[in-house]
């Protein structure tokens, strides 16, 4: 009988192998936003250059652009992974700050508190845009109060945690998913008791709106809101995402208890980086 090629370890490596299953240390010690590449997940405008502009699929696709990519799709910025207009997402928390752009370009440059704004607009660094939300410099970079939504996708959770941030137009869409979020309750047994917002699942979807200087898509427009909630992660059609949301979940707590600042975006490695003024009324 040939005796099958197995490997065998030595009283040695035995011990090794012990004690670097034993060790808490991750290599991740010290890690910031500033270290990371932060995947985002945004809405294809059609001014983004991410979108997909070939006329025939057959023809090579130019560095940056997505495939299948449209105006008012979503998609991840890092991956380049396209979802359709309509998707689900669990919406892990949420954060509002002060988001500082450095041209016109959409280049991120960096995000303040409410505070450091106002000492900022004080020394006449920024200065308050007239009819528009926002605040400008005399280097053309823009600043807006945005808050961002952490989003873990329960269809593709290979996605992880997706920042959406909105700014301008979007706010008021975003303040509404909060309220209805915080007034939410589930059913456990018998008992009926407020929901965490992992627990809640929606489905947002983009609408088109237009003004004088162009047409963009949002989470809603001036008529209506594309959030709908559409159930919790108890029930059964979620549950072969749970393992996955678990993980993120204990990765959200991590990253506030560590205070990281999670929404500090760069421009993406293609390039893809969306108009400041999109949203704009």
Do not use: C, H, V
């Given at each position: 009988m040939e005796e099958k090629n197995l490997t065998r370890r030595t009283p040695t490596e035995i011990e090794a192998q012990k004690a670097l299953l034993a060790t808490d240390f991750t290599g991740y010690e010290g890690m910031t936003s500033d270290m990371l590449n932060v995947p985002f997940l945004k809405i294809a405008q059609t001014n983004s250059l991410a979108i997909d502009n070939r006329d025939d699929p057959n023809d090579s696709l130019d560095p940056g652009r997505i495939a299948g990519l449209r105006p008012g799709m979503f998609y991840n910025t890092q991956s380049g992974r396209s979802f359709k207009k309509e998707i689900r997402v669990i919406a892990l928390f949420a954060k509002s700050?002060?988001?500082?752009?450095?041209?016109?370009?959409?280049?991120?440059?960096?995000?303040?508190?409410?505070?450091?704004?106002?000492?900022?607009?004080?020394?006449?660094?920024?200065?308050?845009?007239?009819?528009?939300?926002g605040w400008h410099d005399k280097e053309k970079g823009k600043a807006f109060f945005a808050i961002t939504f952490y989003c873990f996708l329960p269809d593709f959770p290979e996605e992880g945690i997706l920042p959406l941030v909105a700014k301008s137009t979007a706010l008021k869409h975003a303040k509404n998913w909060n309220s209805l979020s915080n007034g939410m309750t589930i059913k456990v047994g018998k008992e009926i008791r407020k929901a965490a917002r992992f627990q809640l699942v929606w489905k947002i979807k983009t609408l088109a709106d237009e003004n004088d200087s162009g047409k963009w898509h949002n989470i809603g427009n001036k008529t209506g809101s594309g959030i709908e909630f559409v159930g919790n992660v108890f029930e059964p059609n979620f549950s072969s995402c749970l393992p996955a949301l678990a993980d993120a979940v204990r990765l959200v707590e991590t990253m506030k208890d560590k205070q990281l600042n999670y929404a500090s975006e760069t421009k993406d490695e293609s390039g893809i980086a969306d108009d400041v003024n999109q949203f704009e009324d």
């Open positions: 700050s002060y988001l500082y752009y450095g041209d016109g370009l959409g280049n991120f440059k960096g995000e303040f508190s409410e505070s450091q704004i106002a000492e900022m607009e004080k020394k006449g660094t920024l200065i308050r845009n007239e009819g528009a939300p």
